[in-house]
């Protein structure tokens, strides 16, 4: 959180924006009807934020600086039909106001006692409630995969060093965003699964599990991610689940909470969730191409995996290909570890571990084929792939990392549960440390 500069995590501005414009407005923002503000502009052009980001220099250089338009005080976020229209600068438009308001309306709360401090003040306060949020993330993990594996206290400690120490996940962890709040709650859904597969979904549960997914529904739609899973779990452990009325009140409560946001995008945008367009070139190779094509053809599955291990706001990723095959190889061989350890599992007939985990794996599934999906349909209307999309894993890197301690375990021994532990360990300290005294100190800094 301390090492990043103001404004350098991606959409920064716009997410401190959205804040602002809830407090001022009193309204939630249109997408493509709202620019930044002109508190937001003026401290991007104090830094000259635009110079940096376009020209990849550092922040702290003098250049040219882009001058915030003159707005009326009460309505500077407004743009006119005409200004809309003839807008060639899109860095000013907001388009974080596709997101649903939950994260932002937080932020305006927890921003509330802080209303007379500057905009800097503001970023450091929002930095450290993701912060705190990215530590709940940790708890979390360690908590869900204690029940799995009651015995193995090594398999909850080595998931926990995986999140806590995965350097993009610190990074996007402790910076102003609504990814802290989604992937927090998405773990907390999780956690209240698991534990209902393990003793039963009553009531209580019903409610707390519909008002979580509700609560995630309206911080991002990648949300919708937990329904999938939720039926999965329904038919894979049916007599955890046999009760239809706590199973009705758990998909009903979602549509009570997250329903007239949902219904409010298909009166304004006549669908349920618009996306904006960064740009469109002119020629489209991927316009006419197939998802399958897409997938093997483009370069989305390199920037998938880069963008999870290491993509620090501004900075583009500049770890050698040796860096990246070493990753590539530790997590094949754990891949193949973990599949032997699921089969062992099953001829063991150990059915609430191995099913938990095949819940798991169809849930990273999941996951994987929704952020494909949408790279997919983003790539053939702007003929660009989106080249962050890794850290949309975040929300289920708890499991990501269980998976990779479990392969890594089955193929150093079964008895060696520590050794696991310390190389998976050890392995992420080194890749965390390099992160920042490698790369992002010397690169804001140096």
Known sequence: MSFTP????????????????LQTEKALPV????????????????????EYAQNGKSPYISGNKIKPESRNENTEHKV???????????????????????????GAILLWPFKNSSVLTHIFVLRMANAL??????????????????????????????VALNPMFMHISTLANNDGLNNFLLMLFLYLLVLSIKKGLDT??????????GANLLTKFFAILALPIFFISIIAFRDSFKKSKEVIISLVIPLFLAGPYYIRNITLYKTIQPNYKFSVLTHNTFKNMSFTQYLF????????????????????????VVYYQILNNVVILASI??????IKLFLKKEMFTFKTLCLFVSSFAILLSGIALNSYMGAKTTGIVEGVQGRYLFCLIGIIGLLIYLGLRQLLGTKQDYLAFVVLTIGI????????FYYILPYYYF
Not at 31 to 50: E, H, S, V, W
Not at 204 to 213: F, L, P, Q, R, W
Not at 297 to 319: A, C, E, H, M, Q
Request: net charge positive.
């Open 337 to 342: 570890g973990f599949v032997i350890y699921l």
């Open 429 to 436: 300290i080194v890749l965390d440390l390099s992160a920042i």
């Open 31 to 50: 997408l493509g009807k709202t620019k930044l503000c002109n508190q937001t502009l003026k401290t991007l052009n104090n830094m000259n934020f635009y």
């Open 204 to 213: 209580k549960k019903a409610i707390v599990i519909g008002a979580v997914i």
């Open 80 to 106: 006119s039909s005409t200004q809309l229209k003839n807008a060639t600068d899109t860095a000013q438009m907001n388009q974080i106001a596709q997101h649903p308001p939950l994260y932002y309306i937080l």
């Open 297 to 320: 053809t483009s370069d989305f599955v390199k920037k998938l995996y880069i963008s999870f291990w290491s993509n620090f706001g501004w900075i583009k990723p500049r770890y050698t």
């Open 133 to 162: 949020l990215g530590l709940g993330i940790v708890t979390l993990t360690f908590l869900t995969v204690t029940l799995i594996f009651e015995k193995n206290r090594f398999a909850a400690l080595s998931a926990s060093a995986f």
């Open 6 to 21: 103001p404004w350098q995590g991606p959409d920064e501005p716009q997410h401190y924006d959205y804040i602002h414009y």
